[in-house]
């Protein structure tokens, strides 16, 4: 007899794995972000790679304290996505240690706390982002814009400025020049409240065809990525389609309501997080419903939270927080959306 | 003839590696020099052997006699001497010992007197299950249920569709695709036979879309009584429950049988035996084996039963190695075994040699649902898996866990490289050993509490007899009448005189 361990069927294997699915996700936001970096300049750029060497660092300092394999846990891709999606949900003008933070909360409490990869209930991305937006709220509503056209104001020197000079004491609205605004969903939502009407806002130079000037088109690569993410088979179609669809509907009875008080159906597909929410944030599977009747539910909910929060709510986007709220509901949905299995009726 | 199909849900698409050793004829294996038998080669009950060592056995001779309704009988796979019966490796998962027959072959493949059935039309179809059974025929497509069994169900419940299943979807096997191709004849005779022993109204024969000359070969031979259909080649299309769904549309009742839905469902190889065994009353001593993969010359062989995997792997030049591992089966279903002395049974249908892999590092389950996808039985594998691996029993049970086929689609497509079929084997085993100890558990229970009942006899013969008094042990009616009007009187009695004395004082 020869000495070999014995092997349980089946003997095949298709060779997925986890690291090539997080490898598409990472490849698909590529047009995204090259469509963001010529509208908004290489500020996010600059995000992404501080997010994913403060992502690496960190996971790499608790997997040794969870006494987890390195060689294993740092290559799943896993820390790579949620390292960018943080990085493409904060403003590119962020300060670095606002970064540092986020990822560090995000890692430690959404991810580690749960028991790492695969058992975490909270997205670590929108947790993070929901955490420094609660703790920094002034640096998180200072964002580019493309007023002036694709990226002539928010060249690289004043990325870095932003990024890395900024006086830590003397943090205030001031320090920021006429390159930062709030996004035009924020700007929305004050005027809005300061009782002007839709189609007047609407006029503002920051204003594009449908949404924000250089936003909507950031979306459109978005939704290009997230479209091939499907064709790939790496997400399914159920949750992207179930948010963008509730937030058209929602949105289209509002707007059908009053069309002066609330804002087009594309407006707010093509406005915010929410594309990028649809298609890469809420689909990560770990926090995610696994049934196909759980999906649309799930979806739903986040579609709804989303609309309400942008309507009514304190924050201009809540994206990230409709995301965290919806993940907190899975172990729920899933249970009741149970699927009958072949034989069961 | 043309039958509206329908799909199983899940499955999967993948090469098959067939072409290689569909196209070549399988040739006859020579007598190997020592025969092993297990006696127990299906499901159900060993057989118990009937023969002695050192006795002269002819081909065909019953050496083993079923033990109870779920086993059948036992044949010499060619003549020669009884060596020895005793424990011997046999093919199981756990890598077993078990009581085999060991024959000698003398060289001259003497046949026993055999019988063969005339007209089989006219024959019972109960007395047709016992021609099946004293062959010894199980079902040659995987499992090794007890033919017979399946048949009486035939007989006790209403058939209306008998299908005879040569959907080989497993890669690389091909054993049912040439014994189709060069024993067209007795698949369709053999089939017909099933149909009169289970009086089945409909009668279908289906292969994959990927066996044409099978088809052909089948089509020359069948006639309007039998319809003939390609089924869509994807695994596990030949899966009972899958290929019953495909064909009819119905699914198979949770922790139900095909007969519930009024099917029986049967394998071409089979079907084969079946003829050979009414038409000549020969046993089933033989089969057809695929030996594929990294063998040098890869194809069927025709083997006896008992001839050891070696010689099989020898006979198309292979040696086996540290760098190879061998499957029993298919690279989806099939059974590693590190010993290759261990015997062809009745359902081996294939010996596939395989380049040994590492195993890939498994990651956390990221519940991606991809195993959902695949799984034809629509079960949750990723909370199968979940509860599996923290022995929470109880709850696999909730998902279904025994309608788990273990056809291996969940672990295929696992992109975190989980061995899920083995946390689900894991997991049946584990609860399957919890009810035999419930079981045993009860039964101890009893016994305690009727030796505690003995014993409180035997305390109490012991004792010193009480007087008894005397009663009237069974009063009759009016006995009983009697007494209780008595007591009514009496009561009713000292009721008025309560009531009297109570009056006197109200009147005072």
């Given at each position: 007899m020869i000495n070999q361990q014995l092997l349980t069927s089946p003997?095949?294997?298709?060779?997925?794995s986890v690291r090539t699915k997080m490898l598409w996700v990472c490849v698909s936001l590529i047009p995204g972000i090259a469509c963001y970096t010529w509208f908004f300049g290489p500020g996010i750029l600059i995000q992404c790679l501080l997010a994913i060497v403060f992502a690496l660092l960190v996971e790499s300092v608790l997997l040794k304290i969870r006494k987890q394999k390195l060689s294993v846990f740092l290559l799943d891709g896993s820390v790579y996505v949620t390292a960018i999606l943080f990085a493409l949900m904060i403003?590119?003008?962020?300060?670095w240690w606002i970064n540092f933070i986020g990822i560090c909360f995000g890692l430690v409490f959404a991810k580690h706390l749960y028991g790492g990869l695969g058992n975490n209930i909270f997205n670590p991305a929108a947790t993070a982002y929901v955490f420094i937006l609660l703790c920094f709220p002034v640096a998180m509503n200072q964002w580019p814009s493309a007023i002036d056209g694709p990226s002539q104001e928010t060249s690289i020197k004043n990325s870095f400025k932003y990024i890395f000079l900024m006086p830590h004491d003397s943090y205030?609205?001031?320090?920021?020049?006429?390159t930062s605004s709030a996004t035009p969903l924020a700007d929305m939502q004050n005027r809005l409240a300061a009782m002007e009407m839709v189609n007047e806002i609407r006029t503002?130079?920051?204003?594009?065809?449908?949404?924000?000037k250089g936003w909507e088109w950031v979306s459109i690569f978005y939704l290009l990525g997230g479209i091939g993410l499907i064709a790939l088979g790496v997400i399914s179609w159920h949750i992207p389609v179930a948010i963008l669809g509730s937030v058209f509907a929602f949105s289209l009875i509002f707007n059908m309501y009053d069309t002066n008080l609330y804002p087009s159906s594309l407006f707010h597909i093509l406005s915010g997080g929410c594309i990028l929410a649809a298609f890469f944030v809420a689909t990560d599977p770990v926090t995610a419903s696994a049934t196909p009747i759980g999906k649309l539910i799930y979806g739903t909910i986040i579609g709804g939270l989303i609309y309400a929060i942008r309507s009514w709510?304190?924050?201009?986007?809540g994206v990230a927080f409709a995301i965290i709220i919806a993940n907190g509901l899975v172990p729920m949905i899933d249970e009741y959306t149970r699927p009958y299995i072949i034989g069961e009726n | 003839m043309s039958r509206q199909l329908y799909e199983f849900p899940g499955g999967l698409k993948f090469e098959t590696f067939k072409e290689i050793t569909a196209t070549i004829p399988a040739i006859q294996h020579p007598l190997p020099n020592r025969i092993i038998l297990p006696?127990?080669?299906?499901?159900?009950i060993p057989s118990v052997p009937t023969v002695r060592k050192g006795e002269h056995v002819l081909k065909g001779q019953p050496i083993a006699e079923a033990d109870g309704y779920v086993s059948i009988p036992l044949h010499a796979s060619?003549?020669?001497?009884?060596?020895d019966i005793g424990d011997y490796p046999v093919p199981h998962a756990g890598e077993h010992e078990a009581t085999c027959i060991v024959i000698e072959p003398d060289g001259k493949d003497e046949w026993f007197d055999i019988q063969p059935t005339d007209d089989?039309?006219?024959?019972d179809p109960k007395q047709l299950q016992e021609i099946i059974r004293s062959c010894g025929i199980?079902?040659?497509?995987?499992?090794?249920?007890?033919?017979h069994v399946k048949l009486n169900e035939g007989v006790v419940n209403i058939v209306d569709t008998l299908i005879i299943n040569g959907?080989?979807?497993?890669?690389?096997?091909t054993c049912d695709d040439r014994l189709i191709q060069e024993k067209a004849h007795y698949v369709v005779s053999g089939t017909r036979m099933i149909r009169h022993a289970v009086q089945a109204k409909h009668c279908v024969i289906a292969v994959e879309d990927d066996m044409p000359k099978a088809y052909e070969a089948l089509a020359n031979w069948i006639d309007d009584d039998i319809e003939l259909i390609k089924v869509p080649k994807?695994?596990?299309?030949?899966g009972e429950k899958q290929l019953i769904q495909t064909l009819t549309g119905k699914e198979v009742p949770s922790g139900g049988l095909a007969i519930h839905i009024g099917i029986v469902m049967h394998n071409v190889a089979t079907a084969a035996a079946v003829y050979r065994a009414v038409t000549?009353?020969?046993?089933?001593i033989s089969r057809y084996v695929t030996i594929a993969g990294e063998v040098e010359t890869p194809r069927n062989l025709q083997v006896l039963l008992g001839t050891s995997v070696n010689d099989c792997l020898k006979a198309c030049g292979y040696e086996h190695n540290d760098e190879h591992m061998i499957i029993?089966?298919?690279?989806?279903?099939g059974m590693h075994i590190r010993n290759p002395d261990i015997p062809i049974i009745k359902t081996t249908n294939c010996i596939l040699v395989k380049k040994l892999e590492p195993a890939a590092t498994e990651l956390p389950?990221?519940?991606?649902?991809d195993c959902y996808n695949a799984c034809p039985i629509k079960l949750m594998p990723q909370e199968l898996y979940r509860n599996a691996k923290t022995d929470n029993f109880a709850e696999t049970q909730q998902y279904h866990?025994?309608?788990?086929?273990?056809?291996?689609c969940c672990s295929y497509v696992c992109p975190s490289n989980i061995p899920l079929v083995q946390y689900f084997r894991y997991a049946k085993s584990q609860i399957a050993a919890e009810e035999r100890r419930r079981d045993g558990a009860d039964l101890a229970r009893k016994r305690f509490l009727e030796h505690n009942k003995r014993e409180q006899a035997k305390i109490e013969a012991k004792r010193p007899s009480r007087p008894v008094i005397e009663t009237s042990s069974n009063p009759s009616m009016d006995e009983k009448r009697n007494y209780i009007e008595g007591a009514v009187s009496r009561t009713l009695k000292k009721r008025s005189k309560t009531k009297k004395i109570l009056d006197k004082r109200n009147s005072d």
């Amino acid at each position: 007899m020869i000495n070999q361990q014995l092997l349980t069927s089946p003997h095949r294997h298709d060779g997925s794995s986890v690291r090539t699915k997080m490898l598409w996700v990472c490849v698909s936001l590529i047009p995204g972000i090259a469509c963001y970096t010529w509208f908004f300049g290489p500020g996010i750029l600059i995000q992404c790679l501080l997010a994913i060497v403060f992502a690496l660092l960190v996971e790499s300092v608790l997997l040794k304290i969870r006494k987890q394999k390195l060689s294993v846990f740092l290559l799943d891709g896993s820390v790579y996505v949620t390292a960018i999606l943080f990085a493409l949900m904060i403003s590119p003008f962020t300060p670095w240690w606002i970064n540092f933070i986020g990822i560090c909360f995000g890692l430690v409490f959404a991810k580690h706390l749960y028991g790492g990869l695969g058992n975490n209930i909270f997205n670590p991305a929108a947790t993070a982002y929901v955490f420094i937006l609660l703790c920094f709220p002034v640096a998180m509503n200072q964002w580019p814009s493309a007023i002036d056209g694709p990226s002539q104001e928010t060249s690289i020197k004043n990325s870095f400025k932003y990024i890395f000079l900024m006086p830590h004491d003397s943090y205030s609205e001031n320090n920021y020049d006429s390159t930062s605004s709030a996004t035009p969903l924020a700007d929305m939502q004050n005027r809005l409240a300061a009782m002007e009407m839709v189609n007047e806002i609407r006029t503002s130079s920051q204003y594009g065809n449908y949404a924000g000037k250089g936003w909507e088109w950031v979306s459109i690569f978005y939704l290009l990525g997230g479209i091939g993410l499907i064709a790939l088979g790496v997400i399914s179609w159920h949750i992207p389609v179930a948010i963008l669809g509730s937030v058209f509907a929602f949105s289209l009875i509002f707007n059908m309501y009053d069309t002066n008080l609330y804002p087009s159906s594309l407006f707010h597909i093509l406005s915010g997080g929410c594309i990028l929410a649809a298609f890469f944030v809420a689909t990560d599977p770990v926090t995610a419903s696994a049934t196909p009747i759980g999906k649309l539910i799930y979806g739903t909910i986040i579609g709804g939270l989303i609309y309400a929060i942008r309507s009514w709510g304190a924050y201009p986007d809540g994206v990230a927080f409709a995301i965290i709220i919806a993940n907190g509901l899975v172990p729920m949905i899933d249970e009741y959306t149970r699927p009958y299995i072949i034989g069961e009726n | 003839m043309s039958r509206q199909l329908y799909e199983f849900p899940g499955g999967l698409k993948f090469e098959t590696f067939k072409e290689i050793t569909a196209t070549i004829p399988a040739i006859q294996h020579p007598l190997p020099n020592r025969i092993i038998l297990p006696v127990r080669q299906h499901i159900g009950i060993p057989s118990v052997p009937t023969v002695r060592k050192g006795e002269h056995v002819l081909k065909g001779q019953p050496i083993a006699e079923a033990d109870g309704y779920v086993s059948i009988p036992l044949h010499a796979s060619t003549s020669g001497t009884v060596i020895d019966i005793g424990d011997y490796p046999v093919p199981h998962a756990g890598e077993h010992e078990a009581t085999c027959i060991v024959i000698e072959p003398d060289g001259k493949d003497e046949w026993f007197d055999i019988q063969p059935t005339d007209d089989y039309l006219t024959v019972d179809p109960k007395q047709l299950q016992e021609i099946i059974r004293s062959c010894g025929i199980t079902g040659l497509g995987g499992a090794g249920f007890p033919a017979h069994v399946k048949l009486n169900e035939g007989v006790v419940n209403i058939v209306d569709t008998l299908i005879i299943n040569g959907v080989e979807c497993e890669p690389f096997i091909t054993c049912d695709d040439r014994l189709i191709q060069e024993k067209a004849h007795y698949v369709v005779s053999g089939t017909r036979m099933i149909r009169h022993a289970v009086q089945a109204k409909h009668c279908v024969i289906a292969v994959e879309d990927d066996m044409p000359k099978a088809y052909e070969a089948l089509a020359n031979w069948i006639d309007d009584d039998i319809e003939l259909i390609k089924v869509p080649k994807r695994y596990p299309a030949g899966g009972e429950k899958q290929l019953i769904q495909t064909l009819t549309g119905k699914e198979v009742p949770s922790g139900g049988l095909a007969i519930h839905i009024g099917i029986v469902m049967h394998n071409v190889a089979t079907a084969a035996a079946v003829y050979r065994a009414v038409t000549r009353g020969e046993p089933l001593i033989s089969r057809y084996v695929t030996i594929a993969g990294e063998v040098e010359t890869p194809r069927n062989l025709q083997v006896l039963l008992g001839t050891s995997v070696n010689d099989c792997l020898k006979a198309c030049g292979y040696e086996h190695n540290d760098e190879h591992m061998i499957i029993l089966g298919g690279p989806m279903m099939g059974m590693h075994i590190r010993n290759p002395d261990i015997p062809i049974i009745k359902t081996t249908n294939c010996i596939l040699v395989k380049k040994l892999e590492p195993a890939a590092t498994e990651l956390p389950c990221i519940q991606c649902g991809d195993c959902y996808n695949a799984c034809p039985i629509k079960l949750m594998p990723q909370e199968l898996y979940r509860n599996a691996k923290t022995d929470n029993f109880a709850e696999t049970q909730q998902y279904h866990i025994f309608d788990c086929i273990e056809c291996g689609c969940c672990s295929y497509v696992c992109p975190s490289n989980i061995p899920l079929v083995q946390y689900f084997r894991y997991a049946k085993s584990q609860i399957a050993a919890e009810e035999r100890r419930r079981d045993g558990a009860d039964l101890a229970r009893k016994r305690f509490l009727e030796h505690n009942k003995r014993e409180q006899a035997k305390i109490e013969a012991k004792r010193p007899s009480r007087p008894v008094i005397e009663t009237s042990s069974n009063p009759s009616m009016d006995e009983k009448r009697n007494y209780i009007e008595g007591a009514v009187s009496r009561t009713l009695k000292k009721r008025s005189k309560t009531k009297k004395i109570l009056d006197k004082r109200n009147s005072d």
